[in-house]
């Protein structure tokens, strides 16, 4: 079983940053391919970004590319987003999520993922 812990969410102004993290216990780490989601209320839930067991390999959705970076410490068992030039857009809840196994079919596909963190609210004002 996978217990995944989200924390360094808040509230800041457009054009401000943040730094997601999220802690994994009860399995081997470095054998999770992991990712990021969002949810806003009334939308569902998205990938945002995703990487590779080892960090080499790193996906991230369209809307986001070129102001959030996912990062992983295997040594430490954690997932990072750092979240550049926020805009009201990106306020939502943001979950972690894990798998085990190479993704089969889009990393951005929630079904994809057996484990989820219980979320973090990110809120941006104008």
């Known amino acids: 079983q996978v217990q995944l812990v989200e924390s360094g969410g808040g509230s800041v102004q457009a054009g401000g940053s943040l730094r997601l993290s999220c802690a994994a216990f009860g399995y081997t780490y470095s054998n999770l391919f992991m990712a990021w989601f969002r949810q806003a209320p009334g939308k569902e839930r998205e990938g945002v970004a995703a990487?590779?067991?080892?960090?080499?390999?790193?996906y991230y959705d369209g809307s986001v590319k070129g102001r959030f970076s996912i990062s992983r410490d295997n040594a430490k068992r954690l997932l990072y987003l750092q979240m550049d030039d926020l805009t009201p857009e990106d306020t939502a809840v943001y979950y972690c999520?894990?798998?085990?196994?190479?993704?089969?079919?889009?990393?951005?596909?929630?079904?994809?993922?057996?484990?989820w963190g219980q979320g973090t609210q990110v809120t941006v004002s104008s």
């Open positions: 999520a894990a798998r085990k196994g190479l993704w089969r079919g889009e990393w951005a596909w929630a079904s994809q993922y057996d484990y």
């Open positions: 990487i590779s067991t080892g960090g080499g390999s790193t």
